[in-house]
C-alpha cells in the first residue's frame, strides 16, 4: 500500500471477507488531527476554508496541492481542542472522510475503498454503522461513503489540475512568514508557496480572461485573501499552546520548518 498523508496509521482495503461483521461508531472527536498542522483542500471548499484558515500551496506525492494552514508549530492543529473538539466553523474534507480514503494498492493503478483500522470507533459488536449486511451485500452507509470518496477523488483530480496551471502559468512562488508573539519569541511558517499577485498582474489579458472562464481566477483570489488570516492563525494557536504550560510547546519558531509541509 502506498505512504498515507497525515492522519492515516493502518490503511486497509474495505473488504467484504475482512470487514463482515465490523461497524463503524462515529464520533465527534478529531483527535486523529491534533498533529496537523496543514491539511489538503479541494477547489470547492476554497470558499469556505478561505474565511478560517489561511490557503497556501505545498509540494505532496502528487505535486503542488493547496492546504490549509492549521497552526504555526511542528505537530500541532490550533483547531483542535484539548478535548478533542473543532474549535471551528469549517471542517476540511480530507478530515470529514476520516476513517475512509482512496488509495493505490502497490502494483495497480486502480484506486481502493480503504479504511484506517487503527481507528477507535471500529468494532465488531455492532456499533454504529455497518459496512456489509449479513449476506456479504455493502450497506447504504459504505454506498454513501463510496459516493462521497469518489467525489471528493474527482475534486482533487479537478484542483490538481488547477495548480498544474498555476506552476505552467510560472504564477507559484516560495514564501514564508515570520512573525513575533507578545511575549517577544519570534517565530516563521515556511516550506510552501503562494500566488505572486504582481506576476498576476503581469498576465496578458486574454491570459487572464482565460483564469476567468475557467473558474481559476475566483480560487487565486480567495487564496490571495485567505493569506490575511495568518495573524489570526498565530494568535489561535498561540492560545492554543497555553494549557499544555510548556515552553518547547511554544515554541513556535523552533518548529516552523514543517509548517505549512504535507507528508
Same mark, same amino acid.
Given at each position: 500500500?502506498?505512504?498515507?498523508?497525515? #492522519?492515516?496509521?493502518?490503511?486497509? @482495503?474495505?473488504?467484504?471477507?475482512? /470487514?463482515?461483521?465490523?461497524?463503524?461508531?462515529?464520533?465527534?472527536?478529531?483527535?486523529?488531527?491534533?498533529?496537523?498542522?496543514?491539511?489538503?483542500?479541494?477547489?470547492?471548499?476554497?470558499?469556505?476554508?478561505?474565511?478560517?484558515?489561511? %490557503?497556501?500551496?505545498? @509540494?505532496?506525492?502528487?505535486?503542488? %496541492?493547496?492546504?490549509?494552514?492549521?497552526?504555526?508549530?511542528?505537530?500541532?492543529?490550533?483547531?483542535?481542542?484539548?478535548?478533542?473538539?473543532?474549535?471551528?466553523?469549517?471542517?476540511?474534507?480530507?478530515?470529514?472522510?476520516?476513517?475512509?480514503?482512496?488509495?493505490?494498492?502497490?502494483?495497480?493503478?486502480?484506486?481502493?475503498?480503504? %479504511?484506517?483500522?487503527?481507528?477507535?470507533?471500529?468494532?465488531?459488536?455492532?456499533?454504529?454503522?455497518?459496512?456489509?449486511?449479513?449476506?456479504?451485500?455493502?450497506?447504504?452507509?459504505?454506498?454513501?461513503?463510496?459516493?462521497?470518496?469518489?467525489?471528493?477523488?474527482?475534486?482533487?483530480?479537478?484542483?490538481?489540475?488547477?495548480? +498544474?496551471?498555476?506552476?505552467?502559468?510560472?504564477?507559484?512562488?516560495?514564501?514564508?512568514? +515570520?512573525?513575533?508573539?507578545?511575549?517577544?519569541?519570534?517565530?516563521? %511558517?515556511?516550506?510552501?508557496?503562494?500566488?505572486? @499577485?504582481?506576476?498576476?498582474? +503581469?498576465? @496578458?489579458?486574454?491570459?487572464?480572461?482565460?483564469?476567468?472562464?475557467?473558474?481559476?481566477?475566483? $480560487? #487565486?483570489? $480567495? /487564496? $490571495?485573501?485567505?493569506?490575511?488570516?495568518?495573524?489570526?492563525?498565530?494568535?489561535?494557536?498561540?492560545?492554543?499552546?497555553?494549557?499544555?504550560?510548556?515552553?518547547?510547546?511554544? +515554541?513556535?519558531?523552533?518548529?516552523?520548518?514543517?509548517?505549512?509541509?504535507?507528508?
Amino acid at each position: 500500500m502506498t505512504k498515507q498523508l497525515l #492522519i492515516y496509521e493502518s490503511v486497509t @482495503p474495505v473488504s467484504r471477507v475482512d /470487514h463482515r461483521d465490523v461497524a463503524v461508531r462515529r464520533t465527534s472527536s478529531f483527535a486523529f488531527a491534533k498533529g496537523t498542522n496543514s491539511v489538503p483542500l479541494v477547489d470547492v471548499e476554497f470558499a469556505k476554508a478561505a474565511v478560517e484558515m489561511p %490557503i497556501v500551496f505545498a @509540494p505532496s506525492e502528487t505535486g503542488t %496541492i493547496p492546504v490549509a494552514l492549521l497552526g504555526t508549530a511542528r505537530d500541532q492543529c490550533a483547531f483542535v481542542k484539548e478535548d478533542g473538539s473543532w474549535d471551528g466553523a469549517y471542517v476540511p474534507a480530507f478530515f470529514r472522510r476520516y476513517p475512509f480514503v482512496f488509495a493505490v494498492q502497490d502494483g495497480q493503478d486502480r484506486l481502493t475503498l480503504c %479504511i484506517d483500522e487503527s481507528f477507535e470507533g471500529l468494532n465488531r459488536d455492532g456499533v454504529g454503522e455497518r459496512l456489509f449486511d449479513s449476506e456479504g451485500n455493502e450497506t447504504s452507509y459504505t454506498n454513501t461513503v463510496l459516493r462521497f470518496a469518489e467525489e471528493y477523488q474527482a475534486s482533487f483530480n479537478r484542483t490538481q489540475a488547477f495548480c +498544474d496551471r498555476l506552476k505552467e502559468a510560472g504564477l507559484l512562488e516560495d514564501a514564508r512568514v +515570520d512573525y513575533t508573539l507578545q511575549d517577544g519569541r519570534a517565530g516563521q %511558517i515556511n516550506g510552501f508557496q503562494r500566488v505572486n @499577485p504582481e506576476k498576476l498582474r +503581469d498576465l @496578458p489579458d486574454e491570459k487572464v480572461v482565460e483564469l476567468f472562464r475557467s473558474g481559476d481566477l475566483a $480560487l #487565486i483570489q $480567495l /487564496h $490571495l485573501a485567505s493569506m490575511q488570516l495568518v495573524e489570526r492563525l498565530v494568535t489561535k494557536a498561540t492560545t492554543a499552546m497555553q494549557p499544555a504550560g510548556s515552553e518547547e510547546a511554544g +515554541d513556535a519558531s523552533d518548529a516552523s520548518e514543517e509548517t505549512a509541509e504535507v507528508h
